[in-house]
């Protein structure tokens, strides 16, 4: 026979989901029952597979599960023993895949002990029932473990206290975070290197070449030395972003698909939790806005090795380009100039130069902002009242049709979810083809692709407009804190302007005249009378 001439495979599986107590000896048990099955029936060759902690709902996630089908695909293995259909898995389209298409396929025979299958018998009926039965498990777990998840989210709680942002140590006693006075200062520092202009990748070079110890170093995270103790820009952007230095606690950051799916999907703004104050704040709230208007702007050194003040806030009024900074080693500071990005890149005939002087860019930045803080300070009230009403007025212009486009891409993304889920269940049974198939899951995915893109954009939309309101009290201190400035540094600069748009120089009367539009940081343009 093929199949004693094959090995047989013993696969036991256990994890947390199947309320196991002792895994080893649950997993201990299995091998007894299995290893007596095999002797009593005379099977030869044994092989053993063991996935002890892995959930039974994605098989792709239990390694010697994977290891076991290659060796079935490979014509190594002739039959397959578990203790029950269980231990094989709980999800019920793979079981069946499993089950049904691959082991037949390749001449393999499978066997549950407990639950009386066998292949070499016929098809077992009641396994199709047991196998929905133990979905179902998984199902009804997923379902019970993320309701009380998102109730302790909704009551402001942290749902997994482990992951403690770096700058914290967590109170398991009080179900606070308390700030580590150790990290706390290095979570200041690179707040203050950001507002300053430099950015995450220069930071991380900051912080490595000081030997400060990495969140995973100070959480004592195993792994090469390497990459422990070296800073990466990714982490620092992370932690730049991170709304617990302000105190509060953010919830529903992301979720996953389903208990099948475990990819993480980060929620909007819109539907994330955020309960203000729940802890002490490492970070103001000022710096922090400020941070996170410099991260929508790209800023990069000149090949001189120098960040320039300017750095990523010129940009083209016509293209809409970054401009770059252009000098040469011989030139005089009063010759350094701003041209378009576009212009600069050879691509003379798409743009024109929109060059402006650093020192009247500055001069004239210096000008503007002292005329606008004067106005705010002597009519602060009216001031804040004219924003008020413009963003009103945006915000009515928002037409119901929008909003129900917007729900109807809402619900028609749902629906496509479950014709996928349809769709895989057909390609299993066989009942599709997999031309089919491909087409189908093809135009579905474009189709949901781009609704996703639709919702995308009509929430941020909402988003801007709510954060308009909050920004006008924003700028507001700002302007205090900066009445008859005399000069400009970094910091000042991003505190105050969220970018400078330049037109290009127009020649009228005799005269060359240029425009500037100053974007303040919360604002906008502001129109001083």
Same mark, same amino acid.
């Given at each position: 026979?093929?199949?004693?001439?094959?090995?047989?495979?013993?696969?036991?599986?256990?994890?947390?989901?199947?309320?196991?107590?002792?895994?080893?000896?649950?997993?201990?048990?299995?091998?007894?029952?299995?290893?007596?099955?095999?002797?009593?029936?005379?099977?030869?060759?044994?092989?053993?597979?063991?996935?002890?902690?892995?959930?039974?709902?994605?098989?792709?996630?239990?390694?010697?599960?994977?290891?076991?089908?290659?060796? +079935?695909?490979?014509?190594?293995?002739?039959?397959?023993? *578990?203790? $029950?259909? @269980? !231990?094989?898995? =709980?999800?019920?389209?793979? &079981?069946?895949?499993?089950?049904?298409?691959?082991?037949?396929?390749?001449?393999?025979?499978?066997?549950?002990?407990?639950?009386?299958?066998?292949?070499?018998?016929?098809?077992?009926?009641?396994? +199709?029932?047991?196998?929905?039965?133990?979905?179902?498990? *998984?199902? $009804?777990? @997923? !379902?019970?473990? =993320?309701?009380?998840?998102? &109730?302790?989210?909704?009551?402001?709680?942290?749902?997994?206290?482990?992951?403690?942002?770096?700058?914290?140590?967590?109170?398991?006693?009080?179900?606070?975070?308390?700030?580590?006075?150790?990290?706390?200062?290095?979570?200041?520092?690179?707040?203050?290197?950001?507002?300053?202009?430099?950015?995450?990748?220069?930071?991380?070079?900051?912080?490595?070449?000081?030997?400060?110890?990495?969140?995973?170093?100070?959480?004592?995270?195993?792994?090469?030395?390497?990459?422990?103790?070296?800073?990466?820009?990714?982490?620092?952007?992370?932690?730049?972003?991170?709304?617990?230095?302000?105190?509060?606690?953010?919830?529903?950051?992301?979720?996953?698909?389903?208990?099948?799916?475990?990819?993480?999907?980060?929620?909007?703004?819109?539907?994330?939790?955020?309960?203000?104050?729940?802890?002490?704040?490492?970070?103001?709230?000022?710096?922090?806005?400020?941070?996170?208007?410099?991260?929508?702007?790209?800023?990069?050194?000149?090949?001189?090795?120098?960040?320039?003040?300017?750095?990523?806030?010129?940009?083209?009024?016509?293209?809409?380009?970054?401009?770059?900074?252009?000098?040469?080693?011989?030139?005089?500071?009063?010759?350094?100039?701003?041209?378009?990005?576009?212009?600069?890149?050879?691509?003379?005939?798409?743009?024109?130069?929109?060059?402006?002087?650093?020192?009247?860019?500055?001069?004239?930045?210096?000008?503007?902002?002292?005329?606008?803080?004067?106005?705010?300070?002597?009519?602060?009230?009216?001031?804040?009242?004219?924003?008020?009403?413009?963003?009103?007025?945006?915000?009515?212009?928002?037409?119901?049709?929008?909003?129900?486009?917007?729900?109807?891409?809402?619900?028609?993304?749902?629906?496509?979810?479950?014709?996928?889920?349809?769709?895989?269940?057909?390609?299993?049974?066989?009942?599709?083809?997999?031309?089919?198939?491909?087409?189908?899951?093809?135009?579905?995915?474009?189709?949901?692709?781009?609704?996703?893109?639709?919702?995308?954009?009509?929430?941020?939309?909402?988003?801007?407009?709510?954060?308009?309101?909050?920004?006008?009290?924003?700028?507001?201190?700002?302007?205090?804190?900066?009445?008859?400035?005399?000069?400009?540094?970094?910091?000042?600069?991003?505190?105050?302007?969220?970018?400078?748009?330049?037109?290009?120089?127009?020649?009228?009367?005799?005269?060359?005249?240029?425009?500037?539009?100053?974007?303040?940081?919360?604002?906008?343009?502001?129109?001083?009378?």
């Amino acid at each position: 026979m093929i199949t004693e001439q094959r090995k047989t495979a013993l696969y036991m599986r256990l994890s947390a989901d199947d309320g196991g107590v002792n895994e080893s000896d649950s997993i201990v048990h299995q091998r007894q029952i299995l290893t007596q099955y095999a002797h009593e029936h005379g099977f030869t060759n044994i092989t053993e597979f063991v996935d002890d902690g892995y959930s039974g709902a994605n098989f792709t996630n239990c390694p010697q599960f994977q290891r076991m089908i290659h060796m +079935v695909e490979n014509g190594e293995i002739g039959i397959v023993v *578990v203790k $029950d259909l @269980s !231990r094989l898995g =709980r999800e019920y389209i793979q &079981m069946g895949m499993f089950t049904e298409i691959i082991f037949p396929k390749n001449n393999v025979r499978f066997i549950a002990i407990g639950d009386g299958v066998d292949s070499n018998k016929g098809e077992n009926d009641i396994a +199709v029932f047991r196998n929905l039965f133990n979905d179902f498990h *998984v199902r $009804d777990t @997923s !379902r019970k473990v =993320r309701a009380v998840k998102d &109730m302790q989210a909704k009551q402001g709680k942290r749902v997994n206290g482990a992951l403690t942002p770096y700058g914290y140590d967590y109170c398991r006693a009080t179900e606070r975070l308390i700030i580590n006075e150790k990290t706390a200062p290095v979570v200041k520092r690179i707040f203050d290197l950001c507002v300053s202009g430099v950015g995450p990748a220069k930071i991380a070079r900051i912080l490595t070449s000081e030997g400060i110890p990495t969140p995973y170093t100070e959480k004592g995270v195993s792994g090469h030395v390497k990459y422990l103790n070296r800073w990466s820009e990714s982490t620092i952007a992370r932690l730049l972003e991170c709304k617990e230095y302000l105190g509060h606690t953010e919830s529903k950051k992301s979720y996953s698909l389903s208990y099948k799916n475990k990819k993480r999907i980060f929620n909007v703004e819109a539907d994330r939790l955020l309960f203000p104050n729940t802890h002490d704040p490492i970070i103001d709230e000022q710096t922090f806005e400020i941070v996170q208007t410099l991260r929508k702007n790209k800023k990069r050194r000149t090949k001189m090795g120098e960040q320039p003040m300017f750095s990523g806030l010129v940009q083209c009024h016509d293209c809409g380009a970054t401009h770059n900074l252009f000098r040469g080693t011989t030139f005089d500071p009063s010759q350094f100039a701003y041209n378009c990005g576009t212009y600069r890149s050879k691509a003379r005939h798409k743009c024109t130069p929109h060059g402006i002087r650093v020192v009247v860019l500055e001069q004239l930045l210096i000008e503007h902002a002292n005329m606008v803080t004067s106005y705010v300070a002597q009519n602060e009230k009216a001031f804040a009242e004219a924003l008020m009403k413009k963003s009103q007025a945006q915000a009515k212009s928002e037409t119901a049709t929008q909003k129900r486009e917007y729900d109807k891409a809402k619900r028609r993304v749902a629906e496509l979810d479950k014709l996928f889920t349809q769709l895989f269940e057909q390609r299993t049974l066989g009942s599709l083809s997999q031309e089919r198939f491909a087409k189908m899951t093809a135009n579905y995915e474009q189709e949901q692709t781009q609704l996703k893109a639709n919702i995308t954009v009509y929430e941020k939309e909402q988003s801007e407009t709510a954060e308009t309101f909050s920004g006008i009290d924003k700028f507001l201190k700002i302007t205090r804190k900066y009445l008859n400035l005399q000069e400009l540094n970094g910091t000042i600069l991003r505190e105050l302007v969220e970018k400078i748009v330049v037109h290009e120089k127009v020649r009228g009367n005799g005269k060359m005249t240029q425009q500037l539009d100053i974007h303040y940081n919360f604002v906008g343009v502001v129109e001083v009378e």
